[in-house]
């Protein structure tokens, strides 16, 4: 989970609203020049005094935590000493190598670091990132927007700690919080047992070739229905007639379920460039992942059926052809047209309906 921090320094008619939501949403901090601002939130949210342009207030209280300027407040660390009750925290504007370089040790040294990059790129960060890596504090970037705090996040794979965001209006605080919770949470796959094997016919199926290569037991879930799906395995394994494509996963007929970001679910028909989706590996570990590209063609179809444990049937289309591959327990790879009866195969079984793609607890019927 990643810290989010909401800036209501600058804010105007709406603070009160703007504030209500943050708490609603369970945002990690609020920041604010006054103390006074803080002075009224509950002890659920981390009250933040960060004064930048304005002389240190005297009542430090009731602030969790101090963001300082060394040059206009003192260094944090003697500030510590003065005020030994107070957390301290070091503000750095990034606009040269000189201001990256103390970025770089109060990253290494402080245990909060609040850092601004006037530039758009993202290098500057990513050199942060490293130089501080397996230090203790903690890193908070100021963004301009919930899309800069995206990628923010996405930096050198693990992202900032936390970022830290001005709302423009109510509603930033929801789209904050959603951008920083985990959007590939794990999930709990179970042994599916094939009971049925046949084939159905001519139709259109979806490879799914994505903008990242996929690991030997990784793949893609996907079903005919929303309440169970089977694991499809990557072209990450050798093929005898052509190379491997370890971006892509040859998925299933173009109406199949796929799980995607935020627990939503898409048709493999709906995806896009740029769109994403849910990769998978055979202990259930997720991560989101950016679709490249999706190649839909006509191609004869073979129908696996297959039953959970606790009696949940389960459907999978997929390109009737021995490369098309499956993941069995332990990551085994298996070739659908050599599927038979009695073998078992991964998949997962979402609690919930799907209307327009999300999740929703209605009486529903699929067959």
Same mark, same amino acid.
């Given at each position: 989970m990643k810290l989010?921090? *909401?800036?209501?320094? /600058?804010?105007?008619g709406a603070k009160e609203a703007i504030v209500e939501e943050a708490l609603h949403q369970r945002v990690d901090a609020i920041v604010a020049a006054d103390p006074a601002d803080l002075e009224s939130l509950p002890p659920t949210?981390?009250?933040? *005094?960060f004064p930048r342009n304005l002389p240190l207030p005297e009542k430090l209280e009731p602030a969790d935590l101090v963001i300082v300027e060394? &040059?206009?407040? $003192? &260094?944090?660390?003697?500030?510590? $000493?003065?005020?030994? &009750?107070q957390e301290f925290g070091r503000y750095v504007e990034i606009v040269d190598a000189d201001s990256l370089e103390e970025a770089c040790r109060a990253a290494r040294h402080e245990k909060?670091?609040? *850092?601004?990059?006037? &530039?758009p790129t993202k290098i500057p960060l990513e050199i942060v990132l490293a130089a501080a890596a397996g230090a203790d504090g903690s890193i908070i970037t100021q963004v301009a927007d919930v899309e800069e705090a995206q990628i923010v996040f996405g930096v050198l794979e693990h992202g900032s700690d936390g970022v830290m965001l001005a709302p423009a209006a109510v509603g930033a605080a929801t789209e904050l919080k959603a951008a920083a919770v985990s959007t590939a949470a794990d999930l709990s796959l179970v042994e599916l047992e094939v009971t049925g094997i046949r084939r159905v016919g001519?139709? =259109?199926?979806?490879?799914?070739?994505?903008?990242?290569?996929f690991g030997l037991d990784e793949g893609i879930l996907v079903g005919s229905h929303s309440t169970g799906m089977i694991l499809c395995c990557s072209e990450t394994h050798p093929l005898p007639?052509?190379?491997?494509?370890?971006f892509r996963v040859n998925a299933g007929a173009l109406h199949s379920y796929t799980l995607s970001a935020n627990g939503r679910t898409n048709y493999l028909s709906e995806l896009v460039s740029g769109g994403r989706v849910l990769a998978v590996d055979a202990k259930g570990k997720a991560r989101v992942v950016t679709v490249g590209r999706v190649k839909i063609e006509t191609r004869p179809l073979l129908a696996i059926d297959a039953v959970s444990p606790s009696g949940v049937t389960v459907n999978l289309i997929v390109q009737d052809d021995w490369h098309v591959r499956v993941l069995g327990p332990g $990551?085994?790879? *298996? /070739?659908v047209t050599e599927l038979a009866p009695g073998a078992k195969v991964l998949g997962y079984l979402p609690? =919930?309906?799907?209307?327009? $793609?999300?999740?929703?607890? =209605?009486?529903?019927? =699929?067959?």
């Open positions: 989010c921090w *909401l800036d209501i320094r /600058n804010v105007d949210v981390k009250k933040v *005094l060394p &040059d206009r407040h $003192g &260094d944090p660390a003697v500030l510590a $000493g003065r005020f030994p &009750d909060w670091s609040l *850092l601004y990059f006037r &530039d001519m139709g =259109e199926r979806a490879c799914v070739d994505t903008c990242t290569n007639y052509m190379p491997t494509r370890p $990551g085994t790879v *298996l /070739n609690v =919930e309906q799907r209307h327009v $793609g999300y999740p929703i607890a =209605e009486f529903c019927i =699929e067959k």
